[in-house]
């Protein structure tokens, strides 16, 4: 079973944090997971999609039990892997600080959160919700993104660290000019999708029209 039961932890866990829309979920996500995974040697990673992303309000996203599942899809070959539905079902914008919040309730006391973002994520995250709050009760794991600026990012990272002492890994990884944006255009197109998302979610993306009969939001 791939869905996630904080029931199911036990004392001493690190567990990373994947959020985001997931519009279609694609390698990156799923690169990066990994990645987090072996450099930081964790448990396991939960993949939270997000009901309404707070950066996305004025965009058409795509209902969200379609993330959900192709999410569930994607994730379902690894075992270490798992799916949380806690932010679809919640309601209003999905705050990450809530999230949070709530997870730390439901789990040990000794587990570590490592939440993970790709840098042009990161460099925005002081309009987050409560972001210092944040910063104190998560680490974060920021991974270097084709197309965004290293040297800013740098900056913004060491400002965290110095100014509320938060534990923040870079990792830097071959870039992936991969995008959900993108995705998105080539199957609006009807160009191929192959091999930058898992067979399974490229599958569910044909079966049910996704994207092709929609306006492209960028
Ligand atoms: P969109 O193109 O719709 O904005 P996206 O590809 O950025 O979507 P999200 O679901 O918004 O996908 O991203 C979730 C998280 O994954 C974010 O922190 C984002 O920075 C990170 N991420 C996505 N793609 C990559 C990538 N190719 N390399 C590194 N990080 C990535």
Not at 186 to 209: F, H, Q, S, W
Request: hydrophobic share 40%; charged share 25%.
């Amino acid at each position: 079973m791939i869905l996630f039961d904080p029931s199911d932890v036990p004392a001493n866990c690190r567990i990373g944090i994947m959020g985001g829309t997931f519009d279609p979920i694609h390698i990156g996500h799923l690169f990066i997971a990994e990645e987090t995974l072996e450099k930081l040697s964790l448990d396991k990673i939960i993949f939270i999609p997000a009901g309404v992303s707070p950066h996305k309000l004025n965009s058409k996203t795509t209902a969200p039990i379609h993330r959900l599942l192709m999410t569930a899809i994607a994730v379902n070959s690894n075992r270490r892997f798992y799916l949380s539905d806690i932010e679809i079902e919640r309601e209003g914008p999905s705050y990450t600080i809530d999230t949070i919040r709530c997870l730390k309730q439901l789990l040990p006391t000794d587990t570590e959160l490592f939440f993970i973002t790709g840098g042009d994520t990161f460099i925005d995250l002081d309009s987050w919700r409560d972001y210092e709050q944040l910063l104190q009760l998560t680490n974060f794991v920021v991974f270097t993104r084709a197309g965004y600026d290293n040297v800013l990012l740098d900056e913004k990272i060491q400002r965290f660290r110095q100014q509320l002492n938060s534990n923040i890994t870079k990792i830097s990884i071959p870039l992936l000019e991969v995008s959900s944006t993108d995705i998105r255009e080539r199957a609006k197109m009807g160009r191929t999708i192959k091999y930058l998302i898992p067979d399974g979610v490229e599958e569910y993306i044909l079966k049910n029209r996704l994207y092709k009969d929609q306006e492209v939001e960028k």
